[in-house]
C-alpha cells in the first residue's frame, strides 16, 4: 500500500519540475495568491499578506506528513520559477482507491500548456506509484478554462453537485461539476 510517509518526490517532465514547496517560494506565490484572476475559481479569500502564504506552505508541507495531501511547487527548469501548485487535495486507499487533484497557475503562466503537463505528471503518479483507480477534479461552474484542460486529459464530467462546499467568500454554499478520470480509461 503507498504511502507517502511526509515525502514528496520530485516528478519530472520536458519543461517542469514538481516539487516541494519552501518558504523561498512564498513571495512569488503570494503574488498569484493574492491576484484575484488567480484565485476567482479557488475558493479562497485573496491573500493579503505574505505571513498568510507563509502559513499555508507550513500547512500544505504539514499535511504531507500526515499524508492528508501532496501539493507540489510547478518549477520552470529553464528559469528555476515556481509558476503554481498542484497536487492531491485528498486520497483514500482502503476499498476506494481514488483521489481528488487541485491545482493553480500564475497568470502570466496561462495558456502555454504547463497545466497540462503538470496535471500528467501527478495523474501518472497517482495511477502507477500510489495505485489509485479514480482521480477526481471538483471544478466552480464558469471555470471552462478548467474544464477544457481536465476533458483534454480524459476526465469525464459526472454532474454538478449543488451546494457542495461552503462559499469561504460568504456564508454560502457553491456547486461543483465533478469530474473523474479513471486508471483505465488514462492513456
Not at 77 to 82: G, V
Amino acid at each position: 500500500m503507498f504511502r507517502c510517509q511526509g515525502e514528496i518526490p520530485d516528478l519530472e517532465s520536458a519543461r517542469l519540475i514538481l516539487r516541494k514547496m519552501g518558504q523561498e517560494d512564498a513571495h512569488t506565490l503570494f503574488a498569484y495568491w493574492s491576484d484575484p484572476e488567480v484565485i476567482r475559481y479557488m475558493n479562497i479569500p485573496q491573500f493579503t499578506s505574505i505571513r498568510e502564504t507563509w502559513d499555508m506552505l507550513d500547512l500544505l508541507n504539514g499535511l504531507a506528513e500526515t499524508e492528508d495531501t501532496m501539493r507540489w511547487g510547478i518549477e520552470l527548469k529553464q528559469t528555476k520559477t515556481i509558476i503554481g501548485t498542484c497536487g492531491f487535495n485528498t486520497w483514500q486507499l482502503l476499498g476506494a482507491y481514488r483521489g481528488e487533484i487541485g491545482y493553480d497557475l500564475g497568470r502570466p503562466y496561462w495558456r502555454q500548456g504547463y497545466m497540462h503537463e503538470a496535471l500528467s505528471l501527478i495523474l501518472n503518479y497517482g495511477f502507477d506509484v500510489m495505485s489509485l483507480n479514480r482521480i477526481e477534479a471538483l471544478v466552480i461552474p464558469g471555470n471552462t478554462s478548467s474544464l477544457r484542460s481536465l476533458r483534454r486529459l480524459g476526465f469525464r464530467e459526472e454532474g454538478l453537485l449543488r451546494e457542495y462546499q461552503q462559499n469561504e467568500l460568504s456564508d454560502g454554499f457553491i456547486d461543483l461539476i465533478m469530474l473523474s478520470l479513471l486508471k483505465k480509461n488514462y492513456v
